[in-house]
């Protein structure tokens, strides 16, 4: 089956890092998306990986595996505002769908 | 305006009424989505829209009735719901659906629909 793994909530400090993981099982690979959604708002795009390795975006950096059907985002220097769910999806094949995870939902302690 | 806007953003409804859910964008795109998000769970997609023609229907329930009447525009309209429907309705869209999936998604805030 085609599915998105990622845990529920995690809780970090502020000023800290932390990583949140994604694992996925799709048929075929077309890359794999992170999105982030604060509470009550829209999912707003974060990042896009395609090939392996590291991709940094001022605080924000997303990790890809492909070999080990694997992701994750990198948040450092964490601020209160950063508290929301982070959404991990990959598109379903050669259709306009994407499979999402549930999301983790981040919460950030003073 | 810019970006995706949704109305109403909150919606109070009985299982009798009937009601619609609008989606606007004004990014130019091509593709039109509507999901529904239920707490906990991955967000779900209903209907694709790809140049106003209906591309998707990931078996929804007929209650459910979508419309797009041109590229910027989509509905929802809603009829004897039940209240498991009660769920965040959110609206997104992407530039170029032919990119199989890989376009970035767009969304707008949501509709919080509660059925009563």
């Known amino acids: 089956g085609q599915n998105i793994d990622q845990p529920t909530e995690m809780t970090a400090t502020e000023g800290a890092i932390v990583q949140i993981n994604c694992t996925y099982q799709?048929?075929?690979?077309?890359?794999l998306f992170w999105y982030q959604q604060h509470a009550g708002e829209a999912p707003t795009f974060l990042s896009y990986?395609?090939l392996d390795g590291l991709e940094e975006k001022g605080r924000f950096s997303s990790f890809l595996s492909r070999s080990k059907g694997y992701s994750y985002l990198l948040l450092k220097e964490l601020q209160m505002k950063d508290s929301a769910s982070y959404l991990c999806a990959a598109p379903r094949g050669s259709n306009y769908q994407l499979i999402w995870g549930a999301g983790t939902k981040l919460i950030i302690k003073p | 305006e810019t970006g995706v806007t949704q109305t109403p953003r909150h919606l109070v409804m009985g299982m009798t009424n009937k009601k619609s859910l609008k989606c606007e964008q004004h990014l130019g795109h091509n593709a039109m989505y509507w999901y529904k998000q239920s707490a906990k769970k991955p967000l779900e997609l209903m209907f694709v829209?790809?140049?106003?023609?209906?591309?998707e229907n990931n078996s929804v329930p007929s209650r459910f009735s979508p419309e797009c009447p041109n590229s910027s525009h989509l509905f929802l309209h809603l009829h004897t719901l039940q209240p498991e429907d009660s769920a965040l309705y959110l609206c997104?869209?992407?530039?170029?659906?032919?990119?199989?999936?890989?376009?970035?998604?767009?969304f707008g805030p949501g509709t919080r629909l509660t059925v009563l």
């Open positions: 829209y790809n140049f106003k023609e209906q591309t």
């Open positions: 799709t048929s075929g690979f077309n890359g």
């Open positions: 997104a869209s992407s530039q170029d659906p032919v990119g199989g999936g890989t376009d970035t998604q767009y």
């Open positions: 990986n395609v």
